[in-house]
């Protein structure tokens, strides 16, 4: 069974910057949507920002302007660049790779990837 491979994560001290990538362990059908979610502590999974057909993007209010998806279609990847990380960002960040094709819905998720940043 194919999964998501997250790398990239870490701790950090707040003002910094980190960027996730993701990849799929084998061979899955071209991304219709790829997009990053976030659990901190004692909280339920959250949307971070999510990418679609077409290089439309969307975005959590709370990382507008500090966090940046970005995919390559043809490598199947999805990045999460992100910048001015406060302590609040603390997460174990997941993501998730949904694909289309002859009418079958498929989606992928990673294991989780632990961010963590320091005041």
């Known amino acids: 069974q194919v999964q998501l491979v997250e790398s990239g994560g870490g701790w950090v001290q707040a003002g910094g910057s980190l960027r996730l990538s993701c990849a799929p362990s084998g061979s899955i059908r071209s991304p219709n949507t790829m997009a990053w979610f976030r659990q901190p502590p004692g909280k339920q999974r959250e949307l971070v920002a999510s990418?679609?057909?077409?290089?439309?993007?969307n975005y959590a209010d709370s990382v507008k302007g500090r966090f940046t998806i970005s995919g390559d279609n043809a490598k199947r990847t999805v990045y999460l660049q992100m910048n001015s990380l406060k302590p609040a960002d603390t997460a174990v960040y997941y993501c998730?790779?949904?694909?289309?094709?002859?009418?079958?819905?498929?989606?992928?998720w990673g294991q989780g990837i632990q961010v963590t940043v320091s005041s």
């Open positions: 998730y790779i949904h694909t289309i094709y002859n009418l079958r819905s498929r989606d992928y």
């Open positions: 990418i679609a057909t077409g290089n439309m993007t």
